[in-house]
């Protein structure tokens, strides 16, 4: 039987989802605590990669196993993975159901803190300069990325990806002045490597006058690099949800 898995996890420790031939990743530390607890070798396909650092606030993945889980298994599987990945839901989906490509729909959430806060510190992008960014320009560029469909001045140059296209649902700037935050939402079908660290970096360049409007405007008509370009850290970054036509993955 298919299972899809809904996790949520911190990737401070880890080196991204995809398991790693010499360093630490939440697949792995997934399908060791899953092949313990069904007492047979697991493999995990996941929703889609995040990168080291990055964390999910939701995910889903899908394992196949040869019997019907017992009633205890969500509680026993929490109990075998550390305190930073943790089990939300499992629930039994038709043979066919992929995790990754049935996927129509991700969200990221990118968190920055203009205020030193030591209950942000793996969570979000300490950067009390962001205090003197012009809020118009980061509106500005949020407002211009669903107008296009290819989007290659926002992808990582090692990607290997076949095309650029993208559909950009929804690209926002929330401003939490209470709470001394920026927030950036975008939701769209799928996402290049780097993706939202990169357009999180233009925008910041835009609000300090380093890139203009009309800069990013021309890289996107034209499918060409930025005049300058930023990555921000990966710990402000976070997946906060993950749409299918027939799963919410919701307790």
């Known amino acids: 039987m298919r299972y899809f898995l809904s996790l949520a996890y911190r990737g401070t420790r880890y080196a991204g989802w995809q398991r790693q031939p010499n360093a630490m990743s939440v697949q792995e530390t997934l399908e060791t605590a899953l092949a313990t607890i069904l007492q047979q070798p697991v493999e995990v396909v996941g ?70 806060d030591p209950f942000a510190v793996d969570t979000a992008w300490f950067y009390p300069q962001g205090r003197r960014l012009n809020l118009e320009a980061l509106h500005a560029v949020a407002a211009l990325l669903p107008k296009y469909e290819a989007f290659f001045p926002f992808c990582k140059s090692d990607s290997g990806v076949d095309h650029y296209r993208c559909r950009i649902i929804d690209a926002r700037w929330e401003h939490q002045p209470e709470h001394a935050r920026l927030v950036f939402h975008v939701s769209a079908n799928r996402f290049l490597r780097g993706m939202v660290r990169l357009i999180v970096g233009a925008s910041v360049l835009a609000g300090q006058g380093q890139l203009q409007l009309d800069d990013i405007r021309s890289a996107l008509e034209t499918q060409g690099p930025l005049p300058k370009s930023l990555s921000v850290p990966p710990q402000g970054l976070a997946l906060t949800k993950v749409c299918y036509p027939y799963f919410s993955g919701r307790p």
Do not use: M
């Open 47 to 116: 929703c889609g990669r995040t990168d080291a650092g990055v964390h999910a606030r939701f995910y889903v993945a899908h394992v196949d196993v040869q019997a019907d889980l017992p009633v205890t298994f969500e509680n026993g599987l929490n109990s075998l993975l550390p305190d930073d990945i943790a089990v939300i839901a499992v629930e039994a989906v038709h043979p066919e159901a992929h995790a990754r490509y049935d996927a129509v729909e991700r969200s990221y959430e990118y968190q920055i803190v203009l205020r030193k």
